[in-house]
Nanobody
Framework: QVHLVEFGGGLVQTGGSLRLFCAASGRPFNDYAMAWFRQAPGKEREWVAAIDDEGTRPKYTDFVKGRFTISRDNAKNTVYLQMNNLTPEDTAVYYC???????WGQGTQVTVSA
Protein backbone atom coordinates (compact mmCIF):
# COMPACT_ATOMS: atom_id res chain seq x y z
CA GLN A 1 0.00 0.00 0.00
CA VAL A 2 1.22 3.49 -0.88
CA HIS A 3 0.57 6.64 1.12
CA LEU A 4 1.16 10.03 -0.52
CA VAL A 5 1.37 13.54 0.91
CA GLU A 6 1.75 16.65 -1.25
CA PHE A 7 2.98 20.07 -0.23
CA GLY A 8 4.42 23.19 -1.79
CA GLY A 9 1.35 24.86 -3.23
CA GLY A 10 0.51 28.50 -2.72
CA LEU A 11 -0.34 31.81 -4.33
CA VAL A 12 1.89 33.19 -7.05
CA GLN A 13 1.62 35.89 -9.69
CA THR A 14 1.47 35.23 -13.42
CA GLY A 15 4.91 34.30 -14.68
CA GLY A 16 6.01 33.03 -11.30
CA SER A 17 7.21 29.60 -10.21
CA LEU A 18 6.33 27.00 -7.63
CA ARG A 19 7.77 23.62 -6.75
CA LEU A 20 5.47 20.88 -5.55
CA PHE A 21 6.63 17.94 -3.48
CA CYS A 22 5.03 14.55 -2.96
CA ALA A 23 6.38 12.30 -0.23
CA ALA A 24 5.60 8.60 -0.50
CA SER A 25 5.61 5.85 2.08
CA GLY A 26 4.67 2.19 2.23
CA ARG A 27 5.67 0.15 -0.78
CA PRO A 28 9.32 0.60 -1.96
CA PHE A 29 9.32 3.89 -3.89
CA ASN A 30 11.55 2.75 -6.74
CA ASP A 31 9.07 0.00 -7.61
CA TYR A 32 6.52 2.23 -9.31
CA ALA A 33 5.94 5.16 -11.62
CA MET A 34 4.47 8.41 -10.35
CA ALA A 35 2.22 11.06 -11.84
CA TRP A 36 0.78 14.51 -11.18
CA PHE A 37 -2.81 15.47 -11.91
CA ARG A 38 -4.75 18.65 -11.33
CA GLN A 39 -8.36 19.68 -10.95
CA ALA A 40 -9.59 23.20 -11.53
CA PRO A 41 -12.92 24.40 -10.10
CA GLY A 42 -15.81 22.99 -12.08
CA LYS A 43 -13.57 20.85 -14.27
CA GLU A 44 -12.56 17.21 -14.49
CA ARG A 45 -9.32 16.04 -12.97
CA GLU A 46 -6.67 15.99 -15.70
CA TRP A 47 -3.31 14.36 -16.08
CA VAL A 48 -0.31 16.71 -16.05
CA ALA A 49 2.89 14.68 -16.03
CA ALA A 50 4.33 11.26 -15.23
CA ILE A 51 7.70 9.70 -14.59
CA ASP A 52 8.89 6.09 -14.63
CA ASP A 53 10.24 4.25 -11.60
CA GLU A 54 13.87 5.12 -12.45
CA GLY A 55 13.18 8.77 -13.19
CA THR A 56 14.59 8.62 -16.71
CA ARG A 57 11.46 8.96 -18.83
CA PRO A 58 9.30 11.95 -17.96
CA LYS A 59 6.14 12.65 -19.93
CA TYR A 60 3.96 15.77 -20.09
CA THR A 61 0.64 16.88 -21.36
CA ASP A 62 0.88 19.48 -24.10
CA PHE A 63 -0.27 22.43 -22.06
CA VAL A 64 2.65 22.19 -19.61
CA LYS A 65 5.47 21.13 -21.92
CA GLY A 66 8.41 23.49 -21.66
CA ARG A 67 7.07 25.01 -18.42
CA PHE A 68 6.78 22.12 -15.95
CA THR A 69 9.38 19.53 -14.99
CA ILE A 70 8.65 16.30 -13.15
CA SER A 71 11.49 14.58 -11.32
CA ARG A 72 12.03 12.16 -8.48
CA ASP A 73 14.57 11.31 -5.83
CA ASN A 74 14.23 7.65 -4.96
CA ALA A 75 16.59 8.03 -2.00
CA LYS A 76 14.13 10.52 -0.49
CA ASN A 77 10.93 8.78 -1.61
CA THR A 78 9.85 12.06 -3.18
CA VAL A 79 8.55 13.20 -6.54
CA TYR A 80 8.65 16.85 -7.56
CA LEU A 81 6.84 19.11 -9.98
CA GLN A 82 8.70 22.28 -10.85
CA MET A 83 6.28 24.74 -12.39
CA ASN A 84 7.58 27.82 -14.21
CA ASN A 85 5.93 30.63 -16.14
CA LEU A 86 2.63 29.99 -14.41
CA THR A 87 -0.61 31.46 -15.72
CA PRO A 88 -4.08 31.80 -14.16
CA GLU A 89 -5.12 28.75 -16.22
CA ASP A 90 -2.78 26.67 -14.04
CA THR A 91 -4.87 27.43 -10.96
CA ALA A 92 -6.05 24.10 -9.56
CA VAL A 93 -5.64 21.56 -6.82
CA TYR A 94 -2.64 19.42 -7.72
CA TYR A 95 -2.54 15.75 -6.78
CA CYS A 96 0.23 13.23 -6.94
CA UNK A 97 -0.68 9.70 -7.91
CA UNK A 98 0.88 6.26 -7.83
CA UNK A 99 -0.96 4.40 -10.57
CA UNK A 100 0.28 0.97 -9.49
CA UNK A 101 -1.35 1.27 -6.09
CA UNK A 102 -4.16 3.58 -7.18
CA UNK A 103 -2.97 5.91 -4.45
CA TRP A 104 -3.70 9.63 -4.29
CA GLY A 105 -2.48 12.39 -2.08
CA GLN A 106 -4.79 14.88 -0.43
CA GLY A 107 -3.95 17.61 -2.93
CA THR A 108 -2.28 20.99 -2.68
CA GLN A 109 -3.81 24.24 -3.92
CA VAL A 110 -2.00 26.30 -6.53
CA THR A 111 -3.43 29.73 -7.27
CA VAL A 112 -2.00 32.00 -9.95
CA SER A 113 -3.14 35.60 -9.90
CA ALA A 114 -3.38 37.73 -13.01
Amino acid sequence: QVHLVEFGGGLVQTGGSLRLFCAASGRPFNDYAMAWFRQAPGKEREWVAAIDDEGTRPKYTDFVKGRFTISRDNAKNTVYLQMNNLTPEDTAVYYCNAPAGNAWGQGTQVTVSA
